[in-house]
């Protein structure tokens, strides 16, 4: 089982920044997959971004961003600490949602942007940006 717990959400003015941290239990945190998804009021949920487990390629993880997020937001993962955080900048107001991290072991071949994917998934957090 693993257990994860997001923080650093919040509000924000347009066109600042916020970093969320997620934050997993277990051994095996290393060798999963990790995403980010976010669900607006009435929407469904979509995904944001992702990052494969540290050893999937030669050079080390593979990342995966949302066409609405990409040149914005920033995955990075630290094993030694079992944390993923998502570094958001230049914040609009479209990304007001609640924040949602997940954890699986995605193979080659898996499909990084479908939530059905992964296996286990935190609580959320609220980003709220204000224009």
């Known amino acids: 089982q693993v257990q994860l717990v997001e923080s650093g959400g919040g509000l924000v003015q347009a066109g600042g920044s916020l970093r969320l941290s997620c934050a997993a239990s277990g051994r095996t945190f290393s060798s999963k997959a990790m995403g980010w998804f976010r669900q607006a009021p009435g929407k469904e949920r979509e995904f944001v971004a992702a990052i494969s487990w540290s050893g999937r390629t030669y050079y080390g993880s593979t990342y995966y961003y949302a066409d609405s997020v990409k040149g914005r937001f920033t995955i990075s993962r630290d094993n030694a600490k079992n944390t993923v955080y998502l570094q958001m900048n230049s914040l609009k107001p479209e990304d007001t949602a609640v924040y949602y991290c997940?954890?699986?072991?995605?193979?080659?071949?898996?499909?990084?942007?479908?939530?059905?994917?992964?296996?286990?998934w935190g609580q959320g957090t609220q980003v709220t940006v204000s224009s």
């Open positions: 997940a954890a699986g072991t995605l193979g080659y071949y898996s499909d990084y942007r479908d939530p059905n994917e992964f296996d286990y």
